[in-house]
């Protein structure tokens, strides 16, 4: 596990995700806020073959997103590692079904919280599409640190 929150909890994937990142990612309600309004198209195969080939940091890759409560994986998330101006990104995608809890605040603000504390992290750049009201407010929304 990578971190934990109160009702959440984040984690490299594996195999038994697949199922996950290929709802996620084929979704155009998920997807065309970030640039494909028709999902990514992508097979499961691809996915299972991405995780496969990830490497051993948490690092600059999607992360798994899971809620304790009922150990269900209910999207992704990105911690990027800082450039050399101390700069991070992060991202954060959820299942349609699991939007609206304020989940996208709780991993916004551990995401943060994470960076600040264990690497150069001076700045979290959040760079949501401006037509995700959503996002917006939870970027905005976000404890400072």
């Known amino acids: 596990m990578i971190l934990q929150t109160k009702r959440v909890k984040v984690r490299k994937p594996d195999k038994i995700d697949i199922e996950m990142y290929f709802k996620l990612w084929n979704s155009p309600e998920v997807m065309q806020k970030v640039g494909f309004p028709q999902g ?47 700069i991070s990104i992060t991202d954060i995608k959820l299942l349609p079904e699991f939007r609206g809890n304020d989940y996208g605040k709780e991993i916004k603000n551990a995401l943060c919280l994470y960076l600040f504390s264990r690497t150069n992290c001076k700045i979290v750049e959040a760079s949501p599409n401006v037509n995700n009201l959503a996002s917006i407010r939870m970027q905005g929304a976000c404890e400072r640190f």
Do not use: M, R
């Not at 999607?62 to 800082?82: H, M, N, R, W, Y």
């Open 40 to 86: 990514l198209k992508i097979s499961k195969e691809k996915i299972s073959e991405q995780i496969k080939n990830q490497d051993k940091t948490e690092y600059d890759k999607t992360l798994v997103v899971v809620e304790k409560s009922s150990d269900e994986a209910i999207g992704e998330c990105k911690l990027g590692f800082p450039n050399k101006e101390g």
